[in-house]
């Protein structure tokens, strides 16, 4: 099985993006400054659309390591190809490489071929930009339902790439 990952930062400093307003009217538009965030790991298979996706406090290679242990463990009986970037938690000594899992890597300084980057794209446009969220909660739970009406059709749709 063929899967790209990375995982993605998401916060509660607001991100803005373009907004329609009145002529003439003047557009109030708050902003949270909050230097509290969460990641987002996930690895899909753009031919499929399965995917393993989890919410997780920060990034190293402790919490690398346990997001590869349930990759294998999801698919015990299938060799998986998982394809990365270079981030150095990805290449750590201490990564614990499994059985059933082959990482390849990414040219360097190279997202656009990362079809996830496409789902954090998607992510940020349906739930977060021009969005105020009272916490982290709050904001992991418009996520968590954001992704839950992504199924595998539209994940593989997101995450399709003409090179593959």
């Known amino acids: 099985m063929l899967f790209f990952f990375d995982e993605a930062r998401f916060g509660l400093i607001a991100t803005l993006k373009r907004k329609w307003?009145?002529?003439?009217?003047?557009?109030?538009?708050?902003?949270?400054?909050?230097?509290?965030?969460?990641?987002?790991?996930?690895?899909?298979c753009p031919h499929t659309g399965e995917e393993?996706?989890?919410?997780?406090p920060l990034v190293n290679t402790d919490v690398m390591n346990i997001f590869?242990?349930?990759?294998?463990?999801?698919?015990?009986?299938?060799?998986i190809l998982l394809i990365m970037d270079r981030a150095p938690w990805h290449r750590a000594?201490?990564?614990?490489?499994?059985?059933n899992i082959?990482?390849?890597?990414?040219?360097?300084?190279?997202?656009?071929?990362n079809p996830v980057e496409r789902l954090w794209k998607w992510f940020r446009q349906e739930c977060t930009h021009n969005r105020i969220f009272e916490g982290l909660e709050k904001m992991m739970d418009a996520l968590q339902k954001t992704y839950l009406r992504l199924g595998p059709n539209k994940l593989a749709t997101l995450c399709q790439c003409n090179y593959l």
């Open 21 to 44: 307003a009145k002529i003439g009217r003047p557009l109030k538009v708050e902003v949270s400054l909050s230097h509290e965030w969460f990641y987002i790991y996930s690895a899909v």
């Open 68 to 79: 590869l242990q349930e990759l294998s463990q999801r698919y015990p009986d299938k060799k």
């Open 102 to 113: 082959e990482i390849e890597f990414l040219p360097a300084y190279s997202p656009e071929l």
């Open 93 to 99: 000594k201490k990564l614990n490489v499994y059985h």
């Open 52 to 56: 393993v996706t989890y919410f997780l």
